[in-house]
């Protein structure tokens, strides 16, 4: 597939606070795209916004707030003029076992990786069918396979990969492409997070290769650029995930049976686990969930 030039388009980038959405933005800036940040934290999207080669703004905004995510849209395209790339990326992820996990942050990964990604496509499709643009939804090697401790973060990624899939069929005739993009276990502060967890990084570590190692992630960044550049359907951040497509069929009982043996492993180190959001963006959102109760 052909690419196209990236140079003078104008790209939103949500989760652009820190690690995939950070360095997306630089990447693409670094192409000529006009870029603008969409996160919670707005002293680390004005640093990124700072170091960027090209024009680019932020907007501080919970992407699960459908009036700050329509305010947002109508603001970016009133600062830019149009929108022609929207990548979304924000995310957050908890782990351990179902039975003891908190139900407030459970719920919260839900609402931010599947409600939030329906939110920023809501917001900002009309000014992408105006442009005949393109949406990246990120998602994950959770979504093609499920894995124990995982039950939220698997959902949500699922439920982002048949989403894109569907709006896919609904705005393609209008010129709109849609795209989702797959990474496995990534160097950001989301994984480094999880891995503070012993249990969650020994049963990590578990997995069979390639799917246990920790990927760089400029890289995976960078084949997330191309599949931008090319409005392909499907990107994926790791050269092997593109092969999991064709058994993940077979991947349900794969893990259930050694997901049942790892468990009986680790069951004695369970009790206690920490149930919260996992990562500085976790601990970005329960801030700004705790200052916005108040």
Known sequence: MSRVSLEGRVAVVTGAARGVGELLARK???????????????DALKEVSGRLHSDSDHWHADVTDHEAMARVAQEVRERFGRVDIVVANAGVATGGPFADSDPVSWRR???VNLVGSAVTARAFLPPLL????????????AA?????MMTAYCASKSGVEAYAHSLRAEVGHRG???GVGYLSWTDTDMVRGADQDDVMRELRQRLPWPSNKTYPLGPAVDRLVAGIERRSSHVYGQWWLRGMQGVRGYLPGVIGTV?????RRFADRLTGMRTGLVGAGGAA??????TVRK
């Open 259 to 263: 997901g049942q043996r790892e468990m």
């Open 28 to 42: 693409l800036s670094a192409r000529g795209v006009k870029v603008a940040l969409v996160g919670l934290e707005p």
């Open 109 to 111: 990964v839900i609402e």
């Open 130 to 141: 105006e442009s005949r643009g393109y949406l990246l939804q990120i998602a994950s090697l």
């Open 144 to 148: 093609i396979t499920p894995a124990p």
């Open 176 to 178: 709109v492409k849609v």
């Open 285 to 290: 959102d329960e801030q700004q969930r705790t």
